[in-house]
């Protein structure tokens, strides 16, 4: 199983960015999929979190400018950033709760993507 993130990129202050994750491989089910961050010199922090029946919680200084959502159908989950600030420079990271088949049983385990960097500033 791999996850793929990608729509990182530079913006000035105010600015929209859409990040996208893949999940690919021999996957059965998709739980929680959420998005962290980790600015330099800081500890990873939960940014988003979305259930597999569309239940998001968001971290307080994410709520009000960013939007998490999913698409089941393409084991995709996005995060939708608005007014940008550069305190939201960090590398973002996607994270899921798959399950995977094995011949004898299911196996459930988290995953993460390889980081994409978001860099807000003028």
């Known amino acids: 199983v791999q996850l793929q993130a990608s729509g990182g990129g530079s913006v000035q202050p105010g600015g929209s960015l859409r990040l996208s994750c893949v999940a690919s491989?021999?996957?059965?089910?998709?739980?929680?999929m959420g998005w962290y961050r980790q600015a330099p010199g800081k500890q990873r922090e939960l940014v988003a979190v979305?259930?597999?029946?569309?239940?998001?919680n968001y971290a307080d200084s994410a709520k009000g400018r960013f939007t998490i959502s999913r698409d089941n159908a393409k084991n995709t989950v996005y995060l939708q950033m608005d007014s940008l600030k550069p305190e939201d420079t960090a590398v973002y990271y996607c994270?899921?709760?798959?399950?995977?088949?094995?011949?004898?049983?299911?196996?459930?385990?988290?995953?993460w993507g390889q980081g994409t960097q978001v860099t807000v500033s003028s």
């Open positions: 979305i259930t597999s029946s569309y239940n998001s």
């Open positions: 491989g021999r996957i059965l089910n998709i739980l929680n």
């Open positions: 994270n899921a709760d798959i399950v995977t088949l094995t011949r004898s049983s299911s196996v459930r385990s988290p995953y």
